[in-house]
Structure formats: C-alpha cells, structure tokens
Nanobody, 114 residues
Framework: VQLQASGGGLVQTGGSLRLSCAAS????????MGWYRQVPGKQREWVAR???????FLSDSVKGRFTISGENAKNTVYLQMNSLQPEDTAVYYC?????????WGQGTLVTVSS
C-alpha cells in the first residue's frame, strides 16, 4: 500500500485547506484511513479517522472545524480544514489501517499564519 498526501500550504488564520490522501496498491480488507499531525519536537497527534464503512471520528481539538470524508472509487480520503488557527500548524500525515498493520504516507506541511 502506498499513500500520497497533498494539499498542504500556507494559509492565514481563519482560512481553509483541503488535504487529500490517495491510496494505491493492495487495498482489500482495510479497516480505515485517517490523519495525524506532528509539530517538530512533539509527539504525533491523532486528528481524524474514517472507517471503511464510512463512520468518521474527529479529535476534540478539531471537532467543529475539520471534516474527514472518503471517496471509495478513488481510494482517497480528504481532510477539510476550516477556521484554521496557528496551533493547527504541523506536518499532516495520512495513514491506512489493515489488521495489525498501519501504513503511512509522507507528510504535507500546513502553516497557518497569524
């Protein structure tokens, strides 16, 4: 499984970005996909997850501002980020869970200027 994340960039406080994560390779029986973020020097933080069946979960820190969705036909998951704040600045990573294994994509940098 290969994951390709995109959509990061520089945005002002209050702005929006949409991240995409396209999965390729052997996709059968995956459990879900999600997003984490990491600030240099800090632990990676869970942000959102969507199950194969379409159930979505968001961390309290982004609930009400971010939305996770999936497009099964394209094997792609999206993270719509609205009302961005400087504390949302981080490298965002997507992942895919399949059984006991987790696959990671490369990160995409989101920078929110104040």
């Amino acid at each position: 499984v290969q994951l390709q994340a995109s959509g990061g960039g520089l945005v002002q406080t209050g702005g929006s970005l949409r991240l995409s994560c396209a999965a390729s390779g052997t996709m059968f029986d995956f459990d879900g996909m999600g997003w984490y973020r990491q600030v240099p020097g800090k632990q990676r933080e869970w942000v959102a997850r969507i199950t194969r069946g379409g159930r979505s979960f968001l961390s309290d820190s982004v609930k009400g501002r971010f939305t996770i969705s999936g497009e099964n036909a394209k094997n792609t998951v999206y993270l719509q980020m609205n009302s961005l704040q400087p504390e949302d600045t981080a490298v965002y990573y997507c992942n895919l869970d399949r059984g006991a294994r987790t696959y990671w994509g490369q990160g995409t940098l989101v920078t929110v200027s104040s």
